[in-house]
């Protein structure tokens, strides 16, 4: 990062959302990095692509909009129903610009757990693809993300960003207060299976971030014959030791 985008990224933080959400868009470069959807990463856009074939998902699920780009995305190659919600005031007004004029598009203005209620409150029993990516906040949503779709959701593949692939350290991870997310930072997901991407991190593009992708076991069988996915452990102790 250079001493522009520095100082950009300082003075727009002190500035009102209503203003500094316009200078994001004026000054595309100066603010946080773009990297595109999925953190730039063609392979795991291909995971999405691939899921998307495989299953007849009736919506999708984001949290986290930041900048809309991925939100974008998943209308574009799903055509389906995007619900994304974003917590900061400056990021959502902006990924609300991005996403105009995108009818199956709904934002949230809100904490995540709070549209996964809304939703869940809705009646039916519809096949969700979820991607989590709500961090940034010293309150991570994941661990109670993931407690209402298991309680909700008996149709759900749930798909985690930052997430720590074993096997393949090249994949990058993030830690929350300490706690690496892995298999051990989830909750039970009784007769839920894991799976992980299936090509290494080199020949990943963008971030190299690492995901895991969670599948319901209705769903699970479906999510188990895609190519661009490899099956992993969900118990926490084998995690531990692998
Ligand atoms: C890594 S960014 C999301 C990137 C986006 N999904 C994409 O692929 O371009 C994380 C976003 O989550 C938002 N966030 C953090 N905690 C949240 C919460 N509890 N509910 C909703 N959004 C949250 C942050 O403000 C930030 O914009």
Redesign the pocket.
């Known amino acids: 990062m250079n001493l522009s985008q520095r100082a950009y990224i300082r003075i727009s933080a002190a500035l009102p959302a209503a203003f500094s959400f316009r200078t994001d868009l004026l000054f595309p470069r100066l603010g946080l990095p773009e990297l595109g ?3 730039g990463q063609l392979k795991r856009q291909e995971i999405i692509r691939e899921l998307l074939a495989a299953t007849s998902f009736d919506e999708i699920v ?6 809309g ?2 939100t974008r995305f998943l209308s574009d190659v799903s055509g389906l129903p995007v619900h994304s ?4 005031d400056r ?1 959502y007004r902006y990924a609300a610009v991005k996403c105009r004029g995108l009818p199956g598009v709904r934002l949230y203005h ?4 709070k549209m996964l209620h809304i939703l869940s409150k809705r009646p039916g029993n519809p096949a969700l693809l979820f ?1 989590l ?5 010293e ?3 994941r661990y109670q993300e993931l407690e209402i779709i298991r309680a909700r959701w008996r149709r759900a593949v749930v798909m985690i ?1 930052d997430f720590r692939v074993p096997g393949d350290p090249g994949y990058q991870f993030t830690s929350y207060h300490g706690t690496p997310l892995d298999v051990n930072y989830l909750p039970e997901l009784p007769g839920w299976k894991a799976f992980y991407p299936k090509s290494d991190s080199a020949d990943e593009t963008g971030a190299k971030r690492g995901c895991v992708v969670l599948a319901s076991p209705e769903l699970a069988p479906a999510v188990a014959a895609l190519s661009s996915l490899r099956t992993g452990e969900l118990t926490r102790q084998s995690i531990a030791n692998g």
């Open positions: 959807p999925f953190n984001e949290t986290g909009s930041f900048r780009t991925t919600a974003e917590i900061a990021f809100a904490d995540s757990r991607y990516d709500a961090h940034w906040q309150d991570v949503p960003d």
